[in-house]
């Protein structure tokens, strides 16, 4: 069976998250083509009161909120490791796997062994070094060995790999349970390709989420992961954690948010300007121009610093993902742009993507040809919207400027630009 995965989600308990409810996920996920959703906090004691009052057990380790539904739910939440590296204290995001409540109710238990405050949809699990962190691991892996752990975003400020008091290895933060961590969760600001310049993940399987933090049709299904196994927990789990994944679908790394170098307009001292920069443009201290401070390191120059600390410097056109996948722009972003309309939650922009995924889902449609697109939305969609679709699907867009800082990039259609040769401070 295929199964195309979005595992990294979150409840209304999560900071920084809107309404979020089954009913948004059942009416907006099948319109994506996505057939697995993670159910986001379950470790939270009201959202996991909810799951457990709302989800009906399938008996294969997922749950479904309906009978008949094209959806099931995999428990999963998000956590956040900290711990003294060196001098500084570093805060590393994972996506933790449950394959039942009693699961849930292990961790629970060593939660309050430890001390976490277990109020908040992603809880804070403080450790003093990366050697406990490893032994907290190791201690979730023994509470059920179908509990697994996935370092998440690694290349974000937040992940493992971020700017933010960075390391170099997973074992610098991870400890031990490096070694027991098969699964790398990509970001929105990279890809596969992005993965690939860091020697250590070489051999990893790298899945990709969204991480939705709003019911909203340009967050949820942005990314996912196609696998080909019987719709079961375990079936899932095992194709994850021996790398037998089919593909996965991308946001496109230079809208993510931080993808290249920089700081934003509106951090103090800016007065309404902005710099952003491409590998290798930054000031060689990189400290901003405008403010003195740091400069938030890019995504993509992270990587390739990592290429070169770890021993194999590595250059982007060298690369080749190991398995296969493709970009996508949230189709509500197209359309609008298409359109001449600003916001992607417009009625005329809703209705033209319910007609286009009435007849082929959006995550199917990135990956079929141009004349397959051309060929299925004739007489659905309007000339202009068919075009703007085939111009994304053949590379023919970009971002002005990219995502960087917190900042998502600009959607322009019509033309590539490389942008890694950009230096804007202005």
Not at 3 to 12: C, E, P, R, T, V
Not at 339 to 356: D, E, F, T
Not at 379 to 402: H, K, L, Q, T, W
Request: net charge negative; charged share 25%.
């Amino acid at each position: 069976m295929h199964l195309a995965m979005d595992l990294h989600s979150h409840s209304g308990y999560a900071g920084g998250v809107g309404s979020m409810s089954f009913e948004d996920i059942e009416r907006n996920m099948p319109c994506k083509g996505i057939s697995v959703v993670g159910t986001g906090d379950c470790l939270h004691p009201l959202w996991r009161k909810t799951l457990e009052n709302t989800l009906r057990d399938c008996g294969t380790g997922l749950y479904e909120y309906r009978e008949g539904s094209p959806l099931s739910y995999l428990l999963q939440t998000e956590i956040i490791f900290t711990a003294d590296i060196g001098a500084r204290r570093k805060g590393v995001h994972v996506v933790l796997f449950f394959p039942s409540f009693e699961a849930i109710d292990a961790v629970t238990d060593l939660f309050s062994r430890w001390g976490v405050k277990n109020t908040v949809g992603r809880p804070f699990v403080t450790c003093a070094d990366p050697q406990e962190v490893g032994e907290r691991i190791a201690a979730m892996y023994a509470a059920d060995d179908g509990i697994e752990v996935v370092p998440a975003h690694v290349m974000t400020p937040e992940g493992v790999f971020g700017s933010k008091a960075p390391v170099d290895t997973l074992s610098g933060f991870f400890g031990e349970a490096a070694e027991r961590m098969p699964i790398i969760e990509t970001g929105l600001s990279a890809d596969p390709l992005v993965l690939s310049l860091v020697p250590e993940l070489d051999g990893r399987t790298f899945i990709s989420n969204s991480d939705a933090h709003s019911a909203a049709l340009h967050r949820m299904g942005r990314e996912f992961t196609s696998v080909t196994c019987p719709r079961s927990y375990d079936a899932i789990l095992s194709a994850l954690r021996h790398n037998r994944v089919d593909a996965t679908g991308e946001f496109h790394p230079s809208e993510g948010r931080y993808f290249l170098t920089g700081h934003r307009a509106s951090r103090a001292g800016h007065d309404g300007r902005s710099c952003v920069y491409g590998p290798g443009r930054a000031p060689s201290d990189r400290r901003c121009p405008i403010c003195g401070k740091q400069l938030t390191i890019g995504v993509l120059e992270r990587a390739l610093d990592l290429s070169r600390i770890q021993g194999d410097e590595r250059a982007m056109e060298d690369m080749r993902a190991v398995t296969p996948f493709y970009h996508m722009v949230p189709l509500v972003e197209v359309i609008a742009r298409a359109r001449g309309i600003a916001s992607c939650s417009s009625a005329k922009v809703l209705l033209a993507y319910h007609a286009i995924t009435s007849v082929v889902p959006e995550c199917a449609l990135w990956g079929l040809s141009s004349g397959r697109i051309a060929s299925r939305l004739a007489g659905v969609a309007d000339e202009n919207v068919v075009r703007a679709i085939i111009d994304v699907r053949e590379g023919r867009f970009s971002f002005e400027p990219p995502g960087y800082d917190g900042e998502y990039g600009e959607l322009s259609i019509g033309d590539a630009r490389d942008c890694r040769d950009i230096c804007i401070c202005h």
